[in-house]
């Protein structure tokens, strides 16, 4: 059983930085992504940004430039690195996974973690 456990969220003033963390436990192998999602109140949830199995990575146009995401394999984990925090970026952070069904032909599911808040305020 995969599990997501999500920590380093929490209230940081405009221009601040955080990293946010997200540890896999379980068979997560082979997986094709890994990656950030959010959610403001109000709105739908939106792809931060994403992680493949060979390391490349894609981000959302308003935070490029701004985070980074990265992953650690021995320990199944990915990073977000959010530097010049703006308000808008508040929203709830939620950590995925997708990963590889064996079978014929192979299928994938997407994991979730609980969600963190990230609140960017004055």
């Known amino acids: 059983q995969v599990q997501l456990v999500e920590s380093g969220g929490g209230l940081v003033q405009p221009g601040g930085s955080l990293r946010l963390s997200c540890a896999a436990s379980g068979s997560i192998f082979p997986f094709n992504r890994m990656g950030w999602y959010r959610q403001a109140p109000g709105k739908q949830r939106e792809l931060v940004a994403i992680?493949?199995?060979?390391?490349?990575?894609n981000y959302a146009d308003s935070v490029k430039g701004r985070f980074t995401i990265s992953r650690d394999g021995d320990r199944n984990t990915v990073y977000l690195q959010m530097n010049n925090l703006r308000p808008e970026d508040t929203a709830v952070y939620y950590c995925?996974?997708?990963?590889?069904?064996?079978?014929?032909?192979?299928?994938?599911?997407?994991?979730w973690g609980q969600g963190m808040q990230v609140t960017v305020s004055s």
């Open positions: 992680i493949t199995n060979k390391d490349t990575t």
């Open positions: 995925t996974v997708n990963v590889v069904i064996a079978g014929a032909p192979p299928t994938d599911y997407d994991h």
